[in-house]
Nanobody, 119 residues
């Protein structure tokens, strides 16, 4: 099994930046893709960004392209989400998740970290 722990959330003013971290432990060799998701109050959880564990290929939701950057440090088994030009609508609980085949989809989730952006 894989365990995930997020950190780095907080309160920031609009236009500011935050960096989230997701530390993976356990059977990290089985990870195919790592992803960041978010859930705002009263809304469904939505995909933010993903990155393949071995090659580092990244992909993003349209709402964050050009503002957020996902990266991976394989030596530290840690995935980062650099968030720049934050907007109030980015306010949400952010979760990291791992996709470990053969289980389809993201099957392990972290506990979440709150990101609040004030206007």
């Amino acid at each position: 099994q894989v365990q995930l722990v997020e950190s780095g959330g907080g309160l920031v003013q609009a236009g500011g930046s935050l960096r989230l971290s997701c530390a993976a432990s356990g059977r990290t060799f089985s990870i195919y893709v790592m992803g960041w998701f978010r859930q705002a109050p009263g809304r469904e959880r939505e995909f933010v960004a993903g990155i393949t564990w071995s090659s580092g290929r990244a992909y993003y939701a349209d709402s964050v392209k050009g503002r957020f950057t996902i990266s991976i440090d394989n030596a530290k088994n840690t995935v980062y989400l650099q968030m720049n030009s934050l907007k109030p609508e980015d306010t949400a609980v952010y979760y990291c998740a791992s996709d470990t085949p053969p289980t389809p989809g993201y099957d392990t989730w972290g506990q979440g970290t709150q990101v609040s952006v004030s206007s």
